[in-house]
Every structure is written in C-alpha cells, then in structure tokens.
C-alpha cells in the first residue's frame, strides 16, 4: 500500500498548493486535508493520475483529529496549520490556542494511532528571536540569547517543545521540524508581505537589517521531501533551517519594490504598529518589528548537506519574484535606480573637491552573493 497523508491547514494558499504537489506524488495512495475553514480557494486538480482527496471540516483543538487518523489510517501527518494569523477570527488568544491548543491534541492522537510512522511540522525562524545581541548566523544549533516574549515567534517554540516531547514518547515515528524563514512568492499572503505592499515602508531610524526568504516553490519541495522516504545518502528527520542562499538589506528589499521608506525613531514606529493593529490596516506584530530593527540571517549547511535539498531560487531571486506580482511603488524601480546612479556619478571621488577615493562610501553588496555582511 502507498502512503495516506494527513495534510493540517489546507485551506490557507500553501496548504492547498501542497495538497496538489502531494496528489500528483507517486506512491502517495490517499491525502487527506484538515481545517476548520473549508479552503477558501477551489481545490487545484492535477493531472491524471492523482491521488484521491478527502476534506475535513474540524478544529483541531477538539480531539475529533484522533477519529480522522484512526478511520483513514493515516501514516503520515504533515502540520502546516501553526500560523500568525488564524482562519477563524483574528484574536491573539484564539490564534495562540489554535496553534498551541491544536499541536496538542494533533500530537496526542498521533501518539495513540500505532500506524503513524512520520510526522513533519513547519516551524519557523522565529524561534531564535531578534536582538541586538544575536550572532550574525543563527545554525539548528544555536540557543537564542532572548526566547521571543509572545506573539507567533512564541507559539513556535512551545509547539517545538511538545515535538520533541512526542518524539521521545515514540522513538519509532520519524519526527521532521522545518524552520522556515519568510516565504514569498507572487501569492505571498504574511504579514510581512502585508508590511511590503505599504505605499511607504517606515523603518527604524539608524537599522537596516538583513534578511533571508525562501520561495514558496522551495517551500512545497522541502515539505514534499520531509514527508517521503528519504533519498540515498540523505537525512530527513530531525531539525533543518530552510531559506534561500544569501541575503537582503531592508532598504534593498524597499528599492526592489519601488517603494520609499520612512525612517522614525523606535518609540514613534512602536506607537505606528500598534495603530496599525488596532484599525487592522496591516499585522505589524512586535515580533516583526525586531525582525525589521534587527534582522535574522540562518545557516542553512544542514538542509543541503543532510537534508540533500538546495533551494532553486536564492534570496534575492525569491524576493524578485514576489516583487514582480506587486503593483508599482511610488518610486519605478528602473527610475530609482537610475537616480541613484546619477547621484553616485555626481557625488563620486573625481566630482567632490578634496575628496579623497579612502575615504569614499564602500559600495553595496551585490544582493546576490552569499557574504553574510554585519551590521
């Protein structure tokens, strides 16, 4: 018999786009999709011959999860449904119990169902946090020096630690955690790509941080690869940082988009976010607030090494293609650009009186390479 897959959180655009990558996956006999929305997109189809898929409408802070396991005879669960923002209502408490409440009773009926042999959880980058202390590049191994104080950052690192409690209970289940950094795509719907379609991006006065994204493309192929057989030579259980080689200044990220920034002090952007909350104009949560004061850079050697995946699209490149499905900013790229080239010919060392070349701005980084610059 193939495999029967049990797939949380489908009703959101990566669950749904994963169900479909999973149906068309050989050896996959039987996917079955759980929410407590019915997806608000319509199901894709692939292409004959496809897996059959079955949905079920159900909250997974109920314990009717250990029935839909039992009675399909799932082996393998993959928990896409931890997310910063719920489906159901939009509360703080009701998004942290989803997450934490839902992990739960998923990981307790896991535990009870003997045909369960892999589970895979996506996690995030978030759990180590952003702080002006951190190291330049956080490894699977690393311990934050500032565990995140709430938001979904925290919700991550209890549902991490019942993982890894589940794991010691049953050593005979393959258990994968992927911790993803920001995921773009030309259907991008985060809060972070809610920050980035802002007719003018505020930043923090004196920071620009660097940042790392994984294309949702990647993503699918990562989750498709946990939730098989590992390949020849390869790894797939355990803990794998996953995000596009090199990275992104904010004010990189800003020019791609053709969007100017304002920069304020941090008091004065605190005060704007939790405005922005209120009026529910953007999620601009205070955890992605240090994300864009700080930054947060991941080594991702495991995930190539052991896990055997090296992502198609680098930073920038997942970042370039988000940005190309967004509607034009104030400032065209092209013409931003070409404004930036004129002032740097105008400002350079043969047009400045007593300049000397020493003493000139280094210039940027290409957005390309894979140097991690610090601060």
């Known amino acids: 018999m193939g495999m029967v897959v049990l797939v949380t959180g489908v009703s959101r655009r990566l669950g749904a786009r994963f169900v479909a990558e999973l149906r068309r996956r050989p050896g996959v006999d039987l996917v079955v999709g759980v929410d407590v929305q019915p997806p608000r997109l319509p199901v894709e189809e692939p292409a004959e011959p496809a897996a059959p898929y079955r949905f079920q ?9 250990a029935r839909v396991i039992a009675e399909h005879r799932v082996d393998t669960v993959v928990h896409l449904a931890v997310s910063a923002t719920g489906l159901g209502s939009t509360n703080r408490a009701a998004v942290k119990e989803s997450n934490v409440i839902g992990t739960m009773q998923l990981l307790g009926a896991c535990q009870k169902a003997p ?53 010691r209970r049953r050593p005979d289940v393959a258990v994968t955690v992927l911790r993803f950094a920001n995921i773009v795509g030309p259907g991008a719907d985060t809060p972070l790509s809610e920050y980035f379609a802002l007719p003018v991006l505020p930043t923090v006065l004196g920071y620009d941080p660097r940042l790392q994204f994984v294309h ?42 053709g969007r100017p920034t304002l920069p304020l002090l941090l008091p004065a952007i605190s005060w704007m976010a939790g405005l922005a909350r209120q009026t529910r104009m953007v999620d601009f949560s205070p955890e ?25 699209f680098t930073t920038p490149e997942a970042f370039a ?20 080239d004129r002032l740097g010919a105008l400002l350079g060392p043969e047009r400045t009186p007593g300049a000397h070349p020493a003493r000139q701005a280094p210039p940027e980084p290409s957005p390309s390479t894979q140097e991690l610059n610090p601060r």
């Open 288 to 312: 992605q607030l240090r994300l864009l004061t700080h930054g947060r850079v991941v080594d991702t050697t495991a995930l190539r090494d052991t896990f055997g995946y090296r992502p198609r």
């Open 57 to 65: 409408q159900l909250d997974l802070r109920r314990p009717a999860v």
């Open 115 to 167: 045909g369960v042999r892999r589970l895979v959880v996506k996690s995030t980058t978030g759990v180590y946090g952003s702080a002006p202390r951190d190291p330049a590049v956080f490894t699977e191994r690393t311990q934050p020096k500032n565990l995140p104080g709430g938001g979904f950052a925290k919700d991550a690192v209890e549902v991490e630690g019942y993982v890894r409690g589940f794991a």
């Open 216 to 257: 949702e493309d990647d993503a699918l192929a990562v989750l498709a690869r946990a939730a098989a057989e590992p390949e020849p030579g390869t790894v797939n259980t355990g803990t794998f940082n996953v995000a596009g080689e090199g990275v992104l200044l904010l004010s990189q990220c800003a020019r791609r988009l």
């Open 321 to 340: 293609d988000f940005a190309a499905a967004q509607s034009t900013g104030l400032l065209p790229p092209e013409r931003l650009t070409a404004v930036t």
